[in-house]
């Protein structure tokens, strides 16, 4: 018997965790949050529980498989991003068994998930054996994180593909290509579970060297004189940041890494020796204590390229505490500030971001927005991934009810069929193969 069950990420982008019931035996695949409310919870400043967040939607409900919790070997994870690891600190450890994951996830949670200790790491491209009749792959692809990973659940019944989060980068500029080999040596895939949040995209995702060269243009190319030169990216993005950096050193400034969220993630990057940014950048983990060091920076603007947290406008991050002159770190007018970064499209992150964005315009900075190519694989990428492993069934995931929709009207122009062998749940569902 194998049960899908969908338990979160099949109502919204994000929130993902999905549980795979073989015969006396389960998985479950990520344990994420949902970003839009949990960024809404974080500025109630209340204290953080399972429960708060349960009220609130920002971690999957787990009631559905309640019943087959004793069933559950390990929590398997794809990558390091938030809406896929950020539950495990609240929910991991109510599940007696390990989280396995790649090394650099491995370090991010333990950094964001201090009470978790039952953590394997595993390399990409291997295999860890769960029991004697569920093996799991740990296939490379590129993504907006290092070491991120398709899974392929080897089981008695067939191969069952797990694809969120990935794109097909010929280019990358850290770490290795996408490991489309290793993919087209599978066989027997009986059920793709697949990303479908850039679905309704008709183009390939572009390859992370042309974010690079957009940045150069706009840093190399335009008038920044004297003035403040601000970038704001998704602090996991260490491919994005080692750009940047690069960048800096060009122009002649020195890079200033400013934030909680940027120091953890550099951090785990450095302590596996993916990246060494420590020895030409300076990384402030506390904006708040290092009033003296922004206050002579702040005076000396021209001489930095600051790399700061906020770009969806959170409230709490160095951006908008900078905006909201609550900083000694000011914005001028005429300061350059980049969004290196697409907005996640959920209300409350819109909205905040529109609010930031005003702010700035009051201070008549110049801004540039959408500086930025997606980790997500477009429609055309989805649909070489399905020629490739042909599976027998397709289930959509990572995405609201428009955004499946779309993969499964991709899967309906590749002969697949609605009901037949494509598939879309909600939260809470389940279905049987």
Same mark, same amino acid.
């Given at each position: 018997m194998?049960?899908?069950?969908a338990?979160?990420?099949y109502?919204?982008?994000?929130?993902?965790?999905?549980?795979?019931?073989i015969?006396?035996e389960?998985?479950?695949l990520?344990?994420?949050?949902y &970003?839009?409310?949990f960024?809404?919870?974080?500025?109630?400043?209340?204290?953080?529980s399972?429960?708060?967040?349960l009220?609130e939607?920002?971690?999957?409900?787990?009631?559905?498989?309640?019943?087959i919790?004793?069933?559950i070997k390990?929590?398997?994870?794809?990558?390091?991003?938030?809406d896929?690891?950020?539950?495990?600190?609240?929910?991991g450890?109510?599940?007696k068994?390990?989280?396995?994951?790649?090394?650099?996830t491995?370090e991010?949670?333990?950094?964001h998930?201090?009470?978790?200790?039952?953590?394997?790491?595993?390399?990409?491209?291997?295999s860890?054996?769960?029991?004697?009749?569920?093996?799991?792959?740990?296939?490379?692809?590129?993504?907006?994180?290092?070491?991120?990973?398709i899974?392929n659940?080897?089981?008695?019944?067939?191969?069952?593909?797990y694809?969120?989060?990935?794109?097909?980068d010929?280019?990358?500029?850290?770490?290795?290509k996408?490991n489309?080999?290793?993919?087209?040596?599978?066989?027997?895939?009986?059920?793709?579970?697949?990303?479908?949040?850039?679905?309704?995209?008709?183009?390939?995702?572009?390859?992370?060297?042309?974010?690079?060269?957009?940045l150069?243009d706009?840093?190399?190319?335009m008038?920044?004189?004297?003035?403040?030169?601000?970038?704001?990216?998704?602090?996991?993005?260490?491919?994005?940041?080692?750009?940047?950096?690069?960048?800096?050193?060009?122009?002649?400034r020195?890079p200033?890494?400013?934030g909680r969220?940027?120091?953890d993630?550099?951090?785990s990057?450095?302590?596996?020796?993916?990246?060494?940014?420590s020895?030409?950048?300076?990384?402030i983990?506390?904006?708040?204590?290092?009033?003296?060091k922004?206050?002579t &920076?702040?005076?000396?603007?021209?001489?930095?390229?600051f790399?700061?947290?906020?770009?969806?406008?959170?409230?709490?991050a160095?951006?908008?505490?900078?905006?909201?002159?609550?900083?000694?770190l000011?914005?001028?007018?005429?300061?350059?500030v980049i969004?290196?970064?697409?907005?996640?499209?959920?209300p409350?992150?819109?909205?905040?971001?529109q609010?930031?964005?005003?702010k700035?315009?009051r201070?008549?900075?110049?801004?540039?927005?959408?500086?930025?190519v997606?980790?997500?694989?477009?429609?055309e990428d989805?649909?070489?991934?399905i020629?490739?492993?042909?599976?027998?069934?397709?289930?959509?995931?990572?995405?609201?009810?428009?955004?499946?929709?779309?993969?499964a009207?991709?899967?309906?122009?590749m002969?697949?069929?609605?009901?037949?062998?494509?598939?879309?749940?909600?939260?809470?569902?389940?279905?049987?193969?």
């Amino acid at each position: 018997m194998l049960r899908i069950h969908a338990v979160g990420g099949y109502n919204e982008v994000g929130k993902n965790m999905t549980c795979i019931e073989i015969d006396d035996e389960a998985i479950i695949l990520d344990m994420g949050l949902y &970003m839009d409310r949990f960024v809404a919870v974080q500025e109630k400043n209340i204290e953080m529980s399972k429960e708060v967040l349960l009220t609130e939607d920002a971690i999957p409900n787990d009631e559905p498989i309640k019943n087959i919790k004793k069933k559950i070997k390990a929590i398997i994870v794809t990558h390091a991003h938030l809406d896929h690891i950020g539950a495990i600190r609240w929910m991991g450890q109510s599940y007696k068994c390990p989280i396995i994951a790649t090394p650099y996830t491995a370090e991010v949670i333990k950094k964001h998930a201090k009470n978790i200790e039952n953590l394997i790491a595993v390399n990409v491209n291997s295999s860890y054996r769960i029991s004697r009749n569920i093996e799991v792959e740990f296939i490379n692809v590129t993504h907006s994180v290092p070491q991120s990973s398709i899974l392929n659940i080897k089981t008695k019944y067939g191969n069952i593909v797990y694809a969120l989060d990935y794109k097909n980068d010929n280019h990358p500029t850290l770490g290795r290509k996408t490991n489309i080999k290793k993919l087209k040596k599978l066989d027997n895939v009986l059920l793709l579970i697949a990303d479908s949040t850039n679905a309704d995209e008709e183009r390939k995702t572009f390859s992370e060297y042309i974010a690079k060269e957009m940045l150069h243009d706009i840093i190399m190319g335009m008038e920044v004189g004297n003035h403040g030169l601000f970038i704001t990216t998704f602090s996991s993005h260490i491919a994005r940041l080692k750009s940047i950096l690069h960048i800096s050193k060009m122009l002649g400034r020195k890079p200033v890494f400013i934030g909680r969220s940027l120091h953890d993630y550099i951090a785990s990057a450095e302590n596996l020796k993916l990246v060494n940014f420590s020895k030409d950048a300076e990384i402030i983990k506390n904006a708040g204590r290092a009033e003296k060091k922004l206050r002579t &920076m702040n005076k000396n603007k021209e001489k930095y390229v600051f790399i700061v947290t906020g770009s969806m406008g959170e409230k709490n991050a160095v951006l908008t505490k900078i905006v909201n002159d609550e900083l000694e770190l000011k914005i001028s007018p005429h300061d350059f500030v980049i969004f290196s970064c697409e907005v996640i499209p959920t209300p409350a992150i819109k909205a905040n971001r529109q609010i930031l964005e005003q702010k700035l315009h009051r201070k008549k900075a110049r801004i540039f927005k959408d500086i930025h190519v997606s980790g997500h694989a477009s429609r055309e990428d989805l649909r070489d991934l399905i020629k490739i492993l042909s599976p027998c069934h397709i289930l959509p995931a990572h995405g609201d009810l428009a955004k499946t929709a779309s993969l499964a009207a991709l899967a309906g122009e590749m002969d697949y069929e609605l009901g037949r062998n494509v598939h879309i749940l909600q939260n809470g569902q389940s279905m049987k193969i």
